[in-house]
């Protein structure tokens, strides 16, 4: 992507932040430097290092752009499964693909192996958000945490599965797709109960 024309700030950020995602994509996280995100973006390395500060900030930051947006739009596939037009399997799959094919997992592992594991607090705390506009305690206490219970699950399930899911699903004999599998009994069993709960 060029931007070789002036940008307001926010837009550069912006920017260059997509670029570095599509950094993480293309080459792993270790592929996401200022550098690379730089001449990704037809800038100059002390023009990326001004938004982000470090390598270990423009990190930081693509860690809550990715979280940003797959909250988003699991919060939309939600309301659809809620409405009846959507399934609980699609909000199983965005929150895979984005730890799997959207790099989230490697840019987790990466970050917790070099010691940076302030940058995931981002994550916790947009997935946390996430959860409780999702699921409200209007109910009950106890339905909340059910909800957080089950959150705790899927994302520990999808970045195990990103990890090391292919080589252990294939040592196990099992389908590539059981963690999903589990995942989406999981929803499937927390809205049952929420729909229980509110009659």
């Given at each position: 992507m ?50 982000f ?22 919060g ?23 730890f ?10 990466w970050m917790l ?7 995931l607090?981002?994550?916790v ?13 209007e ?7 059910a ?5 705790l ?7 195990g ?38 009659d």
């Open positions: 060029s931007i070789s024309k002036r940008l307001p700030p926010a837009e550069s950020r912006l920017a260059a932040l997509q670029a570095a995602r599509a950094l993480l994509i293309e080459a792993g996280p270790q592929g996401v430097t200022l550098k690379a995100v730089a001449a990704r973006i037809e800038r100059t390395h002390a023009n990326v290092l001004h938004h500060g470090s390598a270990a900030g423009l990190h930081q930051a693509l860690a809550e752009h990715l979280t940003e947006g797959v909250c988003r739009a699991i939309e596939a939600v309301a659809a499964t809620r409405a009846g037009i959507g399934r609980p399997r699609d909000v199983v799959d965005l929150i895979f693909d984005s799997g094919k959207e790099g989230g997992g490697a840019l987790a592992g192996a070099s010691g940076n594991e302030d940058a607090d981002p994550i705390d947009t997935i946390h958000q996430l959860v409780d506009e999702l699921f409200p305690s109910h009950a206490h106890a339905e909340a945490g909800m957080h219970e089950v959150t699950a899927l994302v520990l399930l999808a970045l599965d990103s990890l090391i899911g292919d080589r252990l699903a294939g040592s196990l004999r099992l389908d590539r797709s059981t963690a999903r599998d589990q995942a989406e009994a999981l929803v499937h069993a927390a809205l049952a109960r929420q729909l229980a709960g509110g």
